[in-house]
């Protein structure tokens, strides 16, 4: 059916440096097409994934614990008020958390920022800074 190469030295398989530098040259083709394709998706994924948190997963914590306690923690209390029960004053009296499973930090590695009552909205005020950490055109917001 299919014949076997030979080489020089008696019976050994192979591949030859033709059939290698081929290989080589569609592998690095289709590097040459995925790759510019996936540069910057990264940093799409990370804002989409802040924007989810500051629009769904940390939204949601801060209403059921608006719900528990009547009201939201406050810029003092923090986010950390939806991992553990503060004990800064108000105390909540109703706390029935974690109401966050994971520290509230963005895709970043830095934390959000919190401000209740907000500045923007009558409730609270949630953002991250973005990649540069900095207050700026990247910020993502919810307002």
Known sequence: MFKQKKSFQGGQKGFTLVEIMLVVIIIAALAAMVVPRLVGRSEQAKISVARSDIEANISTALKLYELDN???????????????????SPVPSNWNGPYLEKEPNDPWGNPYVYISPGKHNPDYDLSSKGKDANSGEDDIKNW
């Open 70 to 88: 009547g009201q939201f923690p406050t810029t003092d209390q923090g986010l950390q008020a939806l991992r553990a029960k503060p004990s800064s």
